[in-house]
């Protein structure tokens, strides 16, 4: 499995959201999280993985009550979905369905075309022009939108294409589909998937727009750009999943964030929240008061987002499961709702309220 990703870290700026001095863990009311977002109308989510799912009986348990979407981290990529050009392992991702039946719970689809997760025979054909790749991406989504159509009514369709500010003056990111294809790759992806199932939802999801930073301010530019070019296009695009890697001491304005969704949704897109989690510089200093710094941030984001109109909340993760593959290089310093005795965080606390629609105690 291919390194990590640094989850769009970048260097971090001064204040953040006011650390508020919180409570332990705000005991919500023990409702499901996703019966209290249910009650405005919101979806509330998660990420799984195959690797722990079947096996993290006392986490999955919490996902089934919680959560009212799933969204694969990795069994819907490349990487998992096809260890040779003439096989589609769906085993992993049919089981997350299979548990999502089981539990009334949908299955949103991460992710079709993405610079990453791709195994070398991929990059190899990748490389033999745009003719290949292009037939490389049809059989791609031959295959997995139509294996999934029951099932999966919703895909990152392209996952962060856009460059970082803080890496290049460019509009989109260096990727092997760029290199194969050219920037038509993206507008060729959403209107091969709307072509082969009309029904779908099809989502553009990035990071990096979340915080009240430089870098924040012209990804935002970018992630607009890239939208409204393809909406003046004519190319099918339904909702824009910000994926909320939220980092505990970077600075945070709802009034940015507000501007920036509703101009995102004059575009006739939906907004989601698809990879909510807190990233933290170091993890030395107080633990209480980190959760109190994190449980703000979270509060703040989540509240001024579902208020500017968002429809659905994922979380990545809701604890790091233990089982990790131990492949996969460990991730950034991350707080989440549950800690890794699964018990309540002031995260979830936070979470909680915000999906109330109610302020922090
Ligand atoms: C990450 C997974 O969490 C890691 O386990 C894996 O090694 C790399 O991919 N943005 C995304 C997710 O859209 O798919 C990434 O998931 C995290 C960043």
């Not at 709702?337 to 002031?346: C, V």
Request: glycine share 8%; with cysteine.
């Amino acid at each position: 499995m291919p390194a990590a990703r640094d989850f769009g870290r970048r260097p971090l700026l001064g204040a953040g959201a006011a650390a508020l001095a919180l409570p332990a863990a705000a005991q919500a009311p023990d409702e499901p999280l996703r019966a209290t977002a249910a009650r405005r109308g919101i979806t509330f989510g998660c990420v799984v993985h195959s690797r722990w799912l079947h096996r993290n009986r006392a986490l999955a348990d919490i996902v089934a009550r919680e959560a009212a979407m799933l969204v694969p981290e990795g069994d819907g990529k490349w990487w998992e979905l096809r260890p040779d050009e003439a096989t589609f392992d769906f085993s992993g991702l049919d089981g997350i369905v299979a548990f999502a039946a089981r539990h009334n719970q949908t299955v949103r689809g991460h992710t079709l075309v993405w610079d990453f997760a791709m195994r070398d025979w991929t990059l190899r054909a990748l490389e033999e022009g745009p003719a290949r790749a292009q037939a490389l991406m049809e059989a791609h989504f031959d295959g997995v939108l139509g294996h999934y159509a029951p099932s999966i009514r919703d895909w990152d369709v392209a996952n962060e294409v856009v460059a970082d500010p803080w890496k290049s003056d460019e509009l989109l990111k260096e990727s092997p589909w760029l290199r194969a294809l050219g920037p038509g790759y993206i507008d060729l992806a959403y209107r091969a998937a709307r072509r082969r199932d009309p029904g779908l939802t099809l989502t553009y999801n990035d990071y990096g727009c979340e915080h009240d930073t430089a870098y924040d301010d012209e990804k935002r530019r970018r992630v607009l750009t890239l939208v409204r070019g393809m909406k003046d296009r004519g190319v099918p695009l339904d909702a824009l999943g910000l994926q909320g890697h939220l980092h505990r001491d970077a600075a945070f304005s709802a009034a940015k964030l507000t501007e920036f969704v509703r101009e995102v949704r004059a575009l006739g897109l939906r907004v989601i929240v698809t990879e909510l989690d807190v990233i933290e510089p170091e993890a030395q200093s107080d633990l209480a008061a980190r959760y109190a710094r994190s449980a703000a941030l979270v509060h703040a984001f989540v509240s001024t987002i579902l208020e500017a109109g968002a429809e659905a909340v994922l979380c990545w993760d809701l604890a790091d499961p233990a089982g990790g593959a131990p492949s996969d290089p460990p991730s950034p310093p991350r707080l989440l709702p549950l800690d890794a005795d699964l018990r309540r965080t002031p995260i979830w606390g936070a979470l909680a309220r915000a999906l109330e629609g109610r302020p922090l105690p």
